[in-house]
């Protein structure tokens, strides 16, 4: 089962705003129609309920989004990039990764609610957009800005109200596949099943999902065993149900190493409530020794501090998946014990400020400037779209470009720098002089 993946997104870059004139029979001279850029693609997170894994994001890993196509004469837009819908499974948990390998909680898809991932780059504007009073023949238009890169880290906990644990070959798969219609590998030899599995149970009028968790060996809390993929399912389960098997050498044992396993893992799952059932009630030595099996768990949950519960309200139950016997009676416990058990989710609030944040198309971050040697280099997202498409040879574009950059204060902060007529400015990959 493939359930962490790290895929690479790039949203569309926007469109470039038009340069563009009209010029018609009797309009030779027509001001200024240069229509704006189109947006660039987003990309967004879907939960699906039709899928289960995600596998189908492990060999097509890349998205490239489409870009916003160029704007055009006669006041025409370009068109938008087409948004990408990346669907995976719910319960998935989403990351996004930094360079310096440090990760960032971006969502948790329980639903299927949209989740923004990676913004789609503005169309920049176009020509029409700078015209005004004192600006007849406006010579500027915007280049479209970069869609946002994301590299996400996709990590899938899958949504179960009650999780079965047990060590290997205790009978998970047989008491699921006689409680609903799930239909897992049933043999017997440990590892049967190594991968978990889901199963809708009905009970009472009352309905829950029930999952079995791969068999667990001491130190699964530290991988082994595959112990870390395995215990990952078993978070968002609301209670547990913890499988003992009565031909086991030392049921009291397995009890407290699958607790320890817990509480190593996650002292928030082991905080969960539980309930006890011990299996193979059908064979006579599990059927003889019942007593002296319940005697000892008992101790061992009045010694074990960490065990949800206290041995005396903790009810032991002893169930034969073969013949049914004692299932009825677990799966009642189970329903009184979700009724008042309260839903985990992840907590956002705490990376509130790590969420996309929506930003409006003609936001700017602050100006500056920094000199390289002799070369003022003017830092301005919005000037170096402006320049990106500007014809620098051209007297027009100079004397609107100083304009721009006295509207935006840039120019006041040179001088008072002082610079001189003559000096270099750097805008992006444009080089000026000053005047």
Known sequence: MIDTVRINVKAGDGGDGCISFLRLKYQPRGGPDGGDGGDGGSAWIVGDSSINTLLHLKYNST???????????????????????????LGTVVWRMHRDGSKDFLADVTTDEPVLVARGGKGGWGNARFVSSTNQEPMLSESGDKGEYSVLWLELKLLADVGLLAKPNAGKSTLISRCSAAKPKVADYPFTTVEPVLGVVTHGGQDFVMMEIPGLLEGAHRGIGLGHQFLRHAERARAYVHLIDGMSDDPAGDFLMLNRELREFSPMLAAKPQVVAVSKLDTTETYELRDVIEEELRRAMAMDDGFAGTDEETRIHFISSVSGAG????????????AEAPRDGIDASEWEDELPVARTSRERPPLGFHLDGDVYVVESERLERLTGRADMRDYRVMLQLWREMSRLGIAQRLQEAGIEAGDTIRIGDAELEWF
């Open 63 to 89: 998205f490239y989004l489409q870009r916003g196509t160029h704007g055009k004469g006669k006041n025409q837009r370009g068109a938008n990039g087409k948004d990408t819908e990346i669907r995976v499974p």
């Open 327 to 338: 299932v009825d009676r677990l799966l009642g416990d189970l329903v009184r014990i979700l």
